[in-house]
T-cell receptor, first 112, second 116 residues
Framework: SQTIHQWPATLVQPVGSPLSLECTVE??????LYWYRQAAGRGLQLLFY??????ISSEVPQNLSASRPQDRQFILSSKKLLLSDSGFYLC???????????FGDGTRLSIL | AQKVTQAQTEISVVEKEDVTLDCVYE???????LFWYKQPPSGELVFLIR??????QNEISGRYSWNFQKSTSSFNFTITASQVVDSAVYFC?????????????FGKGTRLHILP
């Protein structure tokens, strides 16, 4: 069966520090991968999605970036975090278009 | 443009009552999919159901039921005999088949409180 792993579960970072959140999927190949942010416990904002290695689509211009170095690995990064980057970050995968997305457990990011 | 509206921001009901969560969508596509997800306090999103636009039959799964009506562009979710464990944020979502991207558009969610 397929599983999705996302880490860390919680993270506290100072303003201006770098960020790297990692997400990996097991039990499938060539999944669609997604990064979402949820602020204040409501509303999912799609940040990035990827339909293949090296293919990244950005939805919201900001100081975050995403990379897909391997088929089942999706990384969310920032060179310098802002206070506004605080939130709950969720990674998700789906087997193809229009299929249900399956989510990781999320990372709670607090910026001090 | 595709859009999902969940007008109910927050609902509170007493345990064992029935509750309906509303979802209205907008799309120009004739072929699309609708979804419901549950987000319990622990944070992870749990997939509940997917329906395609050609299947208007209502669906029942235990205490959960879904009413899909294309005439009103609605895909409402009813919980019968609610339980405290049903307390969560519920998201309705839409994806268009003709869309060249692979996005699912989520509504803003309805926070459901089931009071003991």
């Amino acid at each position: 069966s397929q599983t999705i792993h996302q880490w860390p579960a919680t993270l506290v970072q100072p303003v201006g520090s770098p960020l790297s959140l990692e997400c990996t999927v097991e039990g499938t190949s060539n999944p669609n991968l997604y990064w979402y942010r949820q602020a204040a416990g409501r509303g999912l904002q799609l940040l990035f999605y990827s339909v293949g290695i090296g293919q990244i689509s950005s939805e919201v211009p900001q100081n975050l970036s995403a990379s897909r170095p391997q088929d089942r690995q999706f990384i969310l990064s920032s060179k310098k975090l802002l206070l506004s980057d605080s939130g709950f970050y969720l990674c998700a995968w789906s087997p193809s278009s229009n299929q249900p997305q399956h989510f990781g457990d999320g990372t709670r990011l607090s910026i001090l | 443009a595709q859009k999902v509206t969940q007008a109910q921001t927050e609902i509170s009901v007493v345990e064992k009552e029935d509750v309906t969560l509303d979802c209205v969508y907008e799309t120009r596509d004739t072929t699309y999919y609708l979804f419901w997800y549950k987000q319990p306090p622990s944070g992870e999103l749990v997939f509940l159901i997917r329906r395609n636009s050609f299947d208007e039959q209502n669906e029942i799964s235990g205490r959960y039921s879904w009413n899909f009506q294309k005439s009103t562009s609605s895909f409402n979710f009813t919980i019968t005999a609610s339980q405290v464990v049903d307390s969560a944020v519920y998201f309705c979502a839409l994806s268009e088949v003709s869309s060249r991207d692979d996005k699912i558009i989520f509504g803003k969610g309805t926070r459901l409180h089931i009071l003991p």
